[in-house]
């Protein structure tokens, strides 16, 4: 193979790639990807606060583990042992904000 031919040939190739990429990524007729729509936030969001407990287990007793839910906009707390299914234990009132404690003045804890 010469020189001169060898050059024509890979030319021709780069060529060719050159144009089935663009054949085959659609060129500008086929628009850009639109972004996915974002999911509009409900009115009322819904807060749930988890604590995790876990017990080692003692002599005669087994190991245990489970989790209290805070429903934080009905206030219902839930509690949940191993793999059984939720049980409610009751409720806490006056549930609000869970990321904001209300704080109690001091002169009225002392009386």
């Known amino acids: 193979m010469t020189r001169k031919t060898f050059s024509l040939g890979l030319l021709t190739g780069l060529i060719v790639g050159v144009v ?5 990524s659609g060129g500008h007729a086929t628009p850009r990807a639109l ?11 819904r807060f749930y606060l988890i604590s995790a407990w876990a017990h080692p287990g003692s002599p005669g007793g087994a190991p245990a583990h489970g989790a209290y839910v805070l429903d934080a906009a009905s206030g219902e707390v839930f509690l949940i042992e191993g793999a059984k299914a939720p049980q409610s234990i009751g409720r806490v009132p006056n549930i609000s904000d869970p990321l904001r404690t209300p704080q109690t003045p001091l002169r009225e804890l002392r009386q």
Do not use: E
């Open 20 to 24: 089935a990429a663009v054949g085959f």
């Open 35 to 45: 972004a996915q729509a974002q999911p509009q936030p409900s009115a009322d969001p």
